[in-house]
């Protein structure tokens, strides 16, 4: 009681209050520069969520540009379901308690996609097999990678306000959903889809990056990662 009412004393005198909090918990505070900075009173998720969906990402891209030909996405099933989906939404939800709407939004639905994408194509799942018409499949996928692709453009516009970096995310992950998604629809061009894995590979350095940049803080490291603030300047 004692300690309330010095409390209360020390506020009407004018005395400052101290508070514990992480970095980037206070507006001004631009220690955690990928990501817009929201008062939050535990870790920072957005690393976590970036790093989720860099190296989910990452192996899909490699397999997508063939590489040392190996083309069958079945081993992407694990780390979708578990890294890229479950733990990033996980860091959605978390970025929804620390206020973060975009960082929310951004990840929750990543991680909703990498969900579905690996019930997609896990066998056990039976959804590819319901198919008797492989090309139907085929377009029916591409319209799954259409509606990410609008919502990724939303998404992008929606960072034009954060950093050149996680913009550069968004911008080629726009990209990649339009290329894969096209060529869904052109089997005849092989080569659509593999600028699509491409630009997916672009997008997991770039998502890993803006990851970096949120855990080598000022506090935590002797350097910092430059991602080009573009937030509003008061």
Not at 66 to 95: C, D, H, I, R
Not at 135 to 147: C, M, N, T
Not at 171 to 182: D, E, P, R, V
Not at 203 to 213: H, L
């Amino acid at each position: 009681m004692s300690q309330s009412h010095n409390s209360a004393d020390s506020e009407k005198q004018g005395a400052p209050l101290h508070h514990s909090v992480t970095p980037g918990g206070h507006a001004l505070d631009a220690s955690q520069p990928a990501f817009p900075v929201y008062h939050r009173k535990f870790g920072n998720p957005a690393p976590l969520g970036l790093s989720a969906f860099a190296l989910t990402t990452f192996v899909l891209s490699l397999i997508n540009v063939k590489t040392n030909g190996v083309s069958t996405p079945n081993v992407v099933v694990g780390l979708a379901l578990f890294y890229g989906g479950l733990v990033q939404l996980l860091a959605g939800m978390w970025e929804f308690a620390v206020g973060n709407t975009f960082g929310a939004t951004a990840f929750s639905s990543y991680g909703g996609f990498w969900l579905s994408f690996g019930l997609l194509i896990s066998p056990w799942s039976g959804i590819g097999a319901s198919y008797t018409n492989k090309v139907e499949f085929e377009h029916a996928i591409g319209f799954y990678l259409f509606g990410w692709f609008i919502f990724t453009a939303i998404m992008l516009v929606a960072s034009l306000r954060s950093s050149v970096a996680l913009t550069g995310v968004f911008f080629f992950l726009t990209i990649t959903f339009l290329l894969l998604a096209i060529a869904t629809f052109i089997p005849s061009m092989p080569m659509i889809h593999t600028a699509g894995g491409a630009f997916g590979l672009i997008t997991a350095f770039n998502a890993w990056y803006v990851a970096a940049a949120g855990l080598l803080t000022p506090d935590t490291s002797f350097f910092v990662l430059p991602v080009g603030s573009m937030a509003r300047k008061d």
